[in-house]
């Protein structure tokens, strides 16, 4: 009896430590391979945007220049007054000391990256070493191992940060390709996205915009944008929508954090993708529609309900949650705001928000599906 | 044996190893400029979906346990053979010959273990055998003829006891044990060396060719720190393991005689686990500092990055085991009839021990996502957050350690009655060195708000002196003290049963501990096999999530425990005798 009663006691305390280590937040590891990417054809602002890609993902830099006080603020800091000072600085006897503007500049955070002891910040050297040695990982060895396109990259990125042109060339045909990997640094990183139509689909851009025959009109239509846009106005609009407004929209309406939520990687596969889109969506072909849905799941797929409203865990806000809808409305009402969405208007919510023609877009059956499903969404 | 014969293997094993002969034999001649191999995902093998990793940790970490326990052991078990020696006490010495019996039974099933490790580490991951065998060379073999040397001084250390009890054989049979003690100290050292390279590899280039002699590639940077952390960590767990044995006994027997044995066994098992604890935080102080100092971003990972929510389940463990502890010294003070008037003072422990326990739980540089963010209104808690960074925390840590020692010291004073002219005196300058030592813990963590980053660190060194000269003062004090004090009788085996399961709570909180830090030590190489220097490219190179991590270190532990209670039921059968044999004899 002794034995069980010390055996179930030291069983419960072990399990009690296994379910406390379940309990606590579960950092999902990234298990894919690591893709290369070509760069070539990349225009500045595409490379700027593949450095800061960098300087937050693999180059693991922002593990140390952050606010923590480990290494030199840098996205914080005031680096157009820095970078002068650094270079007249005495202390500094560099390639760059003593020289003056962007190319210096360039040579300078080279220099930082591939040599970062020969300027040590003061206050951030190695200890005991009087600031004449770097705790700083020397980025093109092992293990960042940035090859040279991407140390030019994050150059970019940083030159633009001080609200300098880069002076960096960029990649051309035969520079090295630039390898995606999981980031050291951890995170919860979803699977790599590798066509363009799969990134559409994963951040919802044809709910907005008329993409795959969506007819959504709530941004500009993507069909024909490569003849519009330059590549680097595509990314631009991507990272930082407010940048530049259409005619006829409003700013503040795209999110504007997919700069850090889309991989180097989809960036530029997603860039391609908009730039090869045919100037207007293909003609409608009965033959070619899409397939009836047959569950309420492929249905709201098909349709992009998440698109706009918090369904699930998708956390848009440009409608309603859904979530819960069927104790706020009838299955009528439900119905009713699918098909003529203007009837009423929830408040917080503006009217012509939602596309007016599901009822010609959807089947009967698939309605039902719809309302059913939503009519069940727990809270 | 002569003493001449046990000199001259003395002086044979002194010869072995010494680093010439056991680290650096024959280098220049070894030295090959080949590149660390580069293996692709294809080259690891796939057995039958087998997870070759989980084979591997689950053998690593299983042969850790064992021989943790197997090394640590005889270390006090010498320790308190020389206490019997000194003090003339047969108490000390029949605990010692019973401390290695349990050794005994665990430590064939500690090379057999080993074994399955080699094999699956062979089978599993051949590239990286093949390469940590090129940089280590003959120092594998000798690791191999060392094993022989201490099985054989182990099995001549037990079985001579008898034999070698009485006068001068007694100091022979403690010669055996030191050698006993030196083998094994040796070959922890050597199994050191390969895991720490694998962290902080040296003596080889970055391509990982090997340049440097294999004594260089041994003595890497976080060689020494581990070494001293696995020796503390060794000696808690030890004690701690023994600990166990000795509730379970106390709580087996019915003899009274038996379970007052049992009872000081349990409180001396106790003594040494809380004794290798009590520097084992700064032990990995040293060693988390010099992981810093060798990769900033290594250091980084482990404190600030994907592993700091680890950190928090340490915080629970070692707090749970520091209030096991606790609690089993609060229990003894009913052991002697003074120990009441000491019983006043466990609340105001209990709140620092509780208090520290939660600050050392709070956590602070976590990866979040947006939302977690928004909902804690910024990175860090407006309130709790300051709780989280290291000022906060080591003094948390210190007091919970001064504390600890005072719990101790007060079972201590309730059993002797200072007799000494300066006795007032003293207790003074005992209260004084509590209420400076503290003062200055506490003052020195509020420096270390108002400080940067760097003079943080260094906040923390006069903490742990304050801390030491507290233990160190008072242990030296209490010495001169209670010399001829007035002994009150310990009333051994008067213990509540509730009491001894704060001793099985040790050992299975420092095992999951144990397993949990290698899970640490071990992603802290993120996707290399030697950090740098080889790249793990087999489709399990990634960290596992922590609830993984959980289900595969209990599994471990529980398969530890199960190995334990048959060691432990080896070492009983050994004192059973079949009914009615002993009266026809």
Not at chain 2, 9 to 19: E, G, N
Not at chain 2, 163 to 181: P, T, V
Request: with cysteine.
């Amino acid at each position: 009896m002794t034995f069980l009663r010390v055996i179930g006691f030291s069983v419960l305390l072990l399990l009690g430590y296994m379910g406390f280590a379940h309990m606590l937040p579960q950092v999902v590891p990234d298990t894919s391979e690591p893709v290369e990417v070509s760069t070539e054809g990349l225009d500045m602002d595409g490379f700027i945007a593949l450095g800061e890609n960098i300087f937050k993902g693999k180059g693991t830099c922002t593990l140390c220049h952050n606010g923590m006080g480990r290494a030199p603020d840098t996205l914080e800091m005031d680096m157009a007054a820095t970078y002068p000072a650094r270079l007249a600085d005495p202390r500094y006897k560099g390639v760059a000391a003593g020289k003056e503007g962007p190319k210096a500049i360039e040579e300078y955070i080279h220099e930082s990256m591939v040599s970062p002891s020969a300027y040590v910040v003061a206050g951030f050297g190695k200890k005991g070493t009087n600031d004449t040695e770097s705790p700083m990982p020397t980025v093109n060895m092992p293990p960042i191992e940035l090859n040279d396109v991407e140390m030019n990259a994050v150059t970019a990125f940083l030159q633009d940060l001080a609200g300098l042109e880069p002076t960096v060339p960029l990649p051309g045909a035969d520079d090295a390709p630039v390898a995606e990997k999981p980031a050291v640094g951890g995170g919860e990183p979803a699977p790599l996205l590798t066509s363009g139509e799969a990134i559409v689909d994963e951040y919802g851009c044809a709910s907005c915009h008329d993409l795959g025959g969506s007819g959504a009109d709530l941004g500009p239509s993507l069909y024909g944008i490569g003849k519009r846009m330059t590549r680097a106005e595509v990314i631009e609009s991507i990272i930082d929508p407010n940048a530049v407004i259409a005619e006829g929209y409003d700013a503040d309406f795209m999110p504007a954090d997919f700069g850090e939520s889309l991989r180097g990687r989809e960036l530029l596969v997603l860039t391609d993708y908009l730039m090869s889109l045919p100037d207007a969506p293909p003609a409608a072909d009965d033959s070619e529609d899409e397939p009836l849905a047959t569950t309420a799941l492929e249905a709201i797929d098909k349709f992009g309900c998440a698109g706009c409203h918090d369904l699930d865990g998708s956390e848009a806000d440009i409608g309603p949650k859904l979530n819960g809808i069927g104790k706020r409305m009838t299955a009528n009402e439900v119905k009713t705001a699918i098909i003529d969405p203007n009837a009423t208007i929830a408040d917080g919510y503006e009217a012509d928000m939602m596309p007016d023609d599901f009822a010609d877009q959807m089947d009967d059956s698939e309605l039902s599906l719809i309302v059913d499903y939503l009519m069940n969404l727990p809270e | 044996m002569k003493l001449s014969h046990l000199l001259a293997l003395f002086a044979a094993i002194v010869l072995l190893v010494s680093p010439d002969l056991v680290f650096a034999a024959a280098d220049e001649a070894a030295a090959v400029l080949e590149g660390a191999p580069k293996p692709s995902r294809l080259d690891y093998p796939l057995i039958g979906g087998v997870s070759g990793r989980t084979v591997v940790w689950s053998a690593a970490q299983m042969h850790l346990f064992l021989a943790a326990f197997v090394l640590a052991v005889p270390l006090f078990a010498i320790a308190t053979e020389f206490m019997s020696v000194v003090t003339g006490d047969d108490r000390f010495d029949n605990m010692a010959r019973e401390f290695m019996k349990i050794t005994m039974a665990a430590y064939s099933l500690t090379a057999l273990v080993g074994g399955g490790l080699l094999l699956s580490l062979l089978v599993f991951y051949p590239h990286l055998m093949g390469y940590m065998v090129k940089v280590f060379r003959g120092q594998m073999l000798i690791y191999a003829m060392l094993f022989g040397l201490e099985s054989i001084t182990l099995y001549v250390y037990f079985y001579s006891w008898d034999a070698l009890r009485r006068g001068n054989r007694k100091w022979y049979h403690m010669s055996i044990g030191l050698l006993l003690n030196t083998v094994g100290l040796t070959l922890m050292f050597i199994a050191n060396a390969w895991v720490s390279f694998m962290m902080s590899p040296a003596g080889v280039d970055p391509t990982g060719a090997v340049t440097g002699t294999v004594w260089e590639a041994t003595r890497n940077p976080l060689w020494n720190p581990l070494n001293l952390h696995r020796f503390l960590a060794n000696i808690a767990y030890g004690g701690a393991i023994v600990g166990g044995y000795a509730a379970y006994m106390f709580l087996a027997e019915k003899d009274p005689e038996k379970k007052a044995h049992y009872d000081w066994m349990g409180y001396t098992s106790n003594f040494i686990a809380i004794l290798g604890f009590i520097p084992l935080p700064f032990a990995g102080y040293w060693l988390m500092a010099e992981i810093y100092a060798y990769s900033q971003q290594m250091g980084i990972t482990a404190m600030g990055g994907i592993l700091a929510w680890l950190f928090i389940i340490q915080a629970v463990l070692i707090g749970t085991i520091m209030l096991a502890a606790n609690y089993y010294l609060w229990s003894g003070l009913m052991r002697t009839d003074r120990g009441a008037q000491y019983a006043k003072y466990v609340k105001y422990i209990a709140v620092v021990i509780v208090g520290g326990f939660l600050v050392w739980l709070t956590p602070h540089t976590l990866i979040l996502t947006a939302n977690e963010i928004q909902n804690l209104g910024g990175t860090h808690h407006k309130i709790l957050g300051p709780l989280g960074i290291m000022p906060a925390k080591n003094t948390a840590v210190n007091l919970m350690l001064v504390f600890t020692f005072m719990s101790f010291q007060l079972f201590y004073r309730s059993s002797r009655i200072p007799t000494v002219s300066w006795a007032k005196s003293g207790n003074m300058i005992v209260v004084a060195l509590y209420v400076v030592g503290i003062a200055n813990i506490v003052g020195a963590g509020i420096y270390g708000y108002i400080t940067p980053t760097v003079y943080k660190v260094g906040a923390s060194v006069p903490q742990v002196v304050s801390t030491l000269t507290i233990i160190i003062g008072s242990v030296i004090i209490d010495v001169f003290m209670l010399r001829g004090a007035k002994a009150e009788k310990v009333h051994w085996g008067r213990m509540t049963e509730r009491s001894q399961y704060a001793l099985f709570v040790l050992p299975v909180a420092f095992t999951w501990l144990m397993g949990l830090m290698g899970y640490i030590r071990s992603s802290l190489r993120t996707n290399w096999h030697v950090y740098t220097v080889m790249k793990d490219n087999s489709p399990e190179n990634y960290i596992p999530t922590l609830g993984d991590a959980g289900n595969v270190i209990t599994a471990i532990t529980l398969g530890f425990m199960a190995i334990m209670v048959f060691v432990f039921w080896l070492s009983r059968l050994g004192q059973t005798k079949q009914k009615g044999t002993e009266d026809a004899a």
